[in-house]
């Protein structure tokens, strides 16, 4: 039976604007507007700055997209801005792409935020929120929300409370399945569903070849909060001291939202340390360059959030990864395929030693690399979109039923 | 993977047995695409010796029930075993396929208009 094409609205960060998972958002809804499903692609998204504005290609075979601006990071209101711009919108159903600290970093603004899609779910609107962490497996200490056993607590019982009220949209998508497992068994909830993470499409084969001059050894993200770089440049001063070729430290990325002055910080501290470079904000057409000259991608990173996508972009770019040990990530490493040396979180000589085993050895870094790739080529975000296509799908058919 | 495909009362009939991985896909999509071509779009794909299917095996399925749907027409599954099926209720993808537990009920299913 012909379904009737959707429009869609999606509620997240997206570039040139900078909050997290603006480039998951990019790639996301670069691929629904392909869907021959999709009638028009909303995109609820933040302001931006001023002198800043949302750019999108326009071509035949793309679903037509309109921009609404309406909510910002840690304002108070954008619950109700939010379900106002989707009443008016008017969409056949509404995804979320958020994680916790997706609406503000202070406690009562992000918590406000999450409150919107059982709210836009109330307005009649067919709702799945994709949750890229989970409130169970965020390391608050790491993550810099939590200073006390007794703050953390409280946090740990208000994110039990929002998880409760997110699963109070019609889906809740999460992209690991043992976090479908701790929903399920915590919450008792029966509407959560495994979503994978997909990978961003359209690089070429890798060559594998590296560019002349220095290895470069890089890492990218917004960093921070638990993601922390001076456990790689400790780790960068050891490696410097051998006898290596020449090495160069790349962190591509900026300031987490939540750490605003951390890499000037950083910068300022480590000033006099030779061969490091912060390349700022790295715009989607310079991505290619600064994962391709890449001789590793290193994670610095003290918990996890859930799938990487700078692991599913490292994959992409057919590079080795260097990755902590931390339960959450070595899952994701087993379930999802992708290889790499492992480190501990703590200790910048046991990283020093990991990236050592990637650089001093050009079989093992192509041998990672291919596993990476291979991985990377799974599952595709344009597969998984079909997915979302599909729930919402169904979605909207139970609902008509239910109607009748 | 092992691949056997057939005409059935006007449906394609393909049964996949083995692993169905990423590695199995091009095979999958390949007879997949050759079944809907024969039989109109009405396609019916028995997973009953399919012990194991991964997210790339299910994009496969998402894929070719999307092209049969084109053609206005559908494809079913039958006979999931139990890993099967519980990675098709983990994805959820239970409730966006025609599934019947038995092969004759799906060819049935899928003549109907």
Known sequence: MPTPKLRLAIVTTHPPGKGSLNEYAFHFVRFLRQKAEVSEVILLTDELPPGESYAFEDRPGLAPILVVPCWKFGSMTNALRIRSAVKRANPDGVLFNIQFASFGDGKIAATLGLTTPPLVKFAGYPTIVLLHNIMEMVDLKSAGFAGNPVIEAVIRFIGTQVTRLLLNSDLVALTIPKYVEILEKKYKAQNVVLAPHGAFEETPTPSFALPAGPLQIMTFGKFGTYKKVEILVEAFKLLQNGSRPPLELVIAGTNSPNAQGYLEGVAERYADVPNMRFTGYVSEEDVPKVFGDAAVVVFPYTSTTGSSGVLHQTGDYGKPAVLPHIGDFAEVIAEEGYGGEFFEPDDPASLAAAIGRVIDNPERRRELGTQNYVASRGLSISDVIDWYVLHFQTLIEQRAKSKK | ?113
């Open chain 2, 1 to 113: 993977m092992k691949i056997h495909s057939r005409q059935e009362r006007g449906a394609a009939v393909v049964e996949l047995k083995g692993r169905f991985d990423a590695h199995e896909v091009p095979d999958v999509r390949k007879a997949l695409e050759g079944a809907a071509a024969l039989a109109s779009g009405r396609v019916v794909v028995n997973l009953a010796d399919v012990n194991f299917i991964d997210s790339s095996g299910l994009a496969c399925l998402v894929q070719a029930m999307k092209h049969c749907r084109e053609r206005k027409s559908d494809l079913y599954l039958c006979c999931l075993q139990q890993p099967v099926r519980i990675i098709f209720e983990l994805t959820r993808l239970d409730k966006a396929f025609e599934i019947r537990a038995s092969e004759a009920a799906a060819i049935e299913a899928v003549q109907q208009p």
